[in-house]
């Protein structure tokens, strides 16, 4: 193997310790030197003080300097990122999820979860949309569309690159979203039997909140017959899961007229038939364009079972007491509006937001509310967003099955 020595980065002493552990991510005040000529996305070598190898990774300014991606010495070429590729589509394949014709859309890539910090790729029903978070990653996207050429066949029909938002933001290197390969034949895609159509195009993430597939999978048992509130809804998902499921009725909510529309849609696809607030109590499902608090406070109905999937309330350690606020008074005027054995689906994808925190607000709204709370399921994301045992920062998404009498 021939290695061409490339820049290399030395942390001070101590600092060993955490990429010796498999953390892989290298902060800016560890580093005591760096040799060579070194820019933004470029691979680096990362030695521990005395020269000793550790890791090799993508350098970035900020924070996270280097984010590491190999913890033995390689040739970062074309063949290391496509058997990464290979990796991670064979793990999908074992769960079920890869070559499954109930469900064609799923998560490729989880970033530090499949060795790849800084990559997400979500596979759509034969495109693969990529979304890069760091510079390195956004300078491989040519290897990265070989490799899931190679992988795919004729299975792939396109990859699409969703990286505008997501790109950091103080650099000067930028990404367009766009089509970087192929033609997409079609926008549905197929979850447990259930169609959706996606809009990676103009939609929030990469266009589906595939995270939520086993939650879904679990509130289908919990709606034969019940009256479902679904908040937050974005395209549907959880009404579609307990319309099909038999519910009685199923109201969804989301303060975007645009998600609204996806989700009528999306309700339509599946063969029911989407009503707006004026019809009120005629159909089986009703759509509010309304922000959910204030739906809460206009509204006297109880519901059988209720789902509460914000956005994340906090985006940084700042604004975490703030967002514990949030969940605090969410689930407050949740628990205003369930039944006496009901149930509450209540989430947080905040990842400065521990279990054990989300845990703490659902309790005082919970005390607030005077009643008997019990906790039946705690979720997390499902297997293909899998997080790596030595980088607990992967884990982001909490959830709680409450019964409340
Ligand atoms: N549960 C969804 C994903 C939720 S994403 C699923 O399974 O796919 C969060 C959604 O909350 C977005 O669609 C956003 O438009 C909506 N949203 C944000 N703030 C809101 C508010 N105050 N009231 C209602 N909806 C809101």
């Given at each position: 193997m021939s290695l061409k020595p490339g820049p290399v980065i030395k942390l001070n002493p101590g600092k060993?310790?955490?990429?010796?552990?498999?953390?892989p991510w290298v902060f800016s005040g560890a580093i005591k030197s760096k040799t060579g000529e070194i820019s933004e996305g470029d691979v680096v070598e990362v030695q521990d003080s005395r020269g000793v190898f550790l890791g090799m990774g993508h350098y970035q300014e900020g924070t996270i300097a280097v984010r590491i991606f190999a913890f033995k010495k390689a040739d970062i070429d074309l063949k290391f990122w496509k058997n990464k590729l290979v990796r991670a589509?064979?793990?999908?394949?074992?769960?079920?999820?890869?070559?499954?014709?109930?469900?064609?859309?799923?998560?490729?890539?989880?970033?530090?979860?499949?060795?790849?910090?800084?990559?997400?790729?979500?596979?759509?029903?034969?495109?693969?949309?990529?979304?890069?978070?760091?510079?390195?990653?956004?300078?491989?996207k040519p290897d990265l569309v070989l490799a899931l050429q190679e992988i795919y066949g004729n299975q792939l029909k396109a990859v699409y690159d969703k990286s505008e938002e997501?790109?950091?933001?103080?650099?000067?290197?930028?990404?367009?979203?766009?089509?970087l390969w192929g033609n997409t034949e079609t926008n549905e895609v197929m979850e447990n039997g259930h169609r959706f159509h996606i809009d990676w195009e103009t939609g929030q993430k990469t266009g589906f909140f595939i995270d939520q597939r086993d939650s879904r999978e679990l509130l289908a048992k919990y709606s034969k017959d019940k009256v479902v509130l679904n908040t937050f809804c974005y395209t549907g998902g959880f009404s579609i899961y307990a319309l099909a499921a038999g519910a009685k009725e199923v109201h969804s909510?989301?303060?975007?007229?645009?998600?609204m529309e996806l989700t009528d849609r999306n309700v339509l696809l599946n063969g029911f038939s989407p009503v707006v607030e004026s019809a009120a109590g005629?159909?089986?499902h009703i759509s509010f364009a309304e922000d959910t608090f204030n739906f809460f406070h206009g509204k006297e109905m109880k519901y059988d079972v209720i789902v509460l999937d914000p956005p994340a309330f906090a985006k940084h350690q700042s604004a975490k007491h703030n967002a514990v606020k949030g969940y605090t008074k969410l689930n407050a005027e949740a628990l205003k509006h369930i039944k006496p054995?009901?149930?509450?689906?209540?989430?947080?994808?905040?990842?400065?937001?521990?279990?054990?925190?989300?845990?703490?607000?659902?309790?005082?709204?919970?005390?607030?509310?005077?009643?008997?709370?019990?906790?039946?399921?705690?979720?997390?994301?499902?297997?293909?967003?899998?997080?790596?045992?030595?980088?607990?920062?992967?884990?982001?998404?909490?959830?709680?099955?409450?019964?409340?009498?």
């Open positions: 060993e310790q955490s990429p010796l552990r498999f953390h589509y064979n793990m999908r394949k074992k769960l079920g999820l890869a070559e499954n014709p109930e469900t064609n859309v799923y998560r490729l890539v989880f970033a530090e979860g499949d060795g790849m910090p800084g990559l997400i790729i979500d596979f759509y029903n034969g495109t693969a949309v990529i979304q890069t978070h760091s510079i390195g990653m956004h300078l491989i997501s790109m950091p933001k103080l650099s000067n290197i930028k990404s367009t979203n766009g089509l909510v989301d303060s975007s007229k645009k998600a005629t159909a089986n054995g009901g149930f509450l689906f209540t989430y947080s994808c905040s990842q400065v937001v521990d279990r054990q925190l989300f845990l703490g607000a659902v309790m005082a709204a919970s005390i607030e509310s005077g009643r008997s709370v019990r906790v039946l399921h705690q979720l997390s994301q499902p297997a293909d967003h899998p997080r790596s045992i030595f980088h607990p920062e992967g884990e982001y998404l909490k959830g709680l099955v409450l019964y409340i009498e």
